[in-house]
Nanobody
């Protein structure tokens, strides 16, 4: 499975960005996909995830109500819509996938994209 993120950039506080993760390879094997982020000097942080069967979503408290994860099966993409962005959302955002479970722990995910930078200015 290969994951490629796009859509990062610079935005002012209060603005919106939409990240997209293009999925290729054995996509049918995926149980869940999600997003993590890593700010400078900090550990990777769970943002949210979506179940590939049923579409249930889960979010970190820090983004709940502001971020939305969705998937487009026709395009083989998983998107992260980010609204009401704050400077503390500045980080490299990573798309992740797993074949058997979902977790808030970064090391438990099977597949990772290369990351895309999101910078929110105050």
């Amino acid at each position: 499975v290969q994951l490629v993120e796009s859509g990062g950039g610079l935005v002012q506080a209060g603005g919106s960005l939409r990240l997209s993760c293009a999925v290729s390879g054995r996509t049918f094997s995926l149980y869940a996909m999600g997003w993590f982020r890593q700010a400078p000097g900090k550990e990777r942080e769970f943002v949210g995830c979506i179940m590939m069967s049923g579409g249930s979503t889960y979010y970190a408290d820090s983004v709940k109500g502001r971020f939305t994860i969705s998937r487009d099966d026709a395009k083989n993409t998983v998107d992260l819509q980010m609204n009401s962005l704050k400077p503390e959302d500045t980080a490299v955002y990573y798309c992740v996938g797993d074949v058997s479970q979902f977790s808030t722990v970064a090391t438990e995910w099977d597949y990772w994209g290369q990351g895309t930078q999101v910078t929110v200015s105050s």
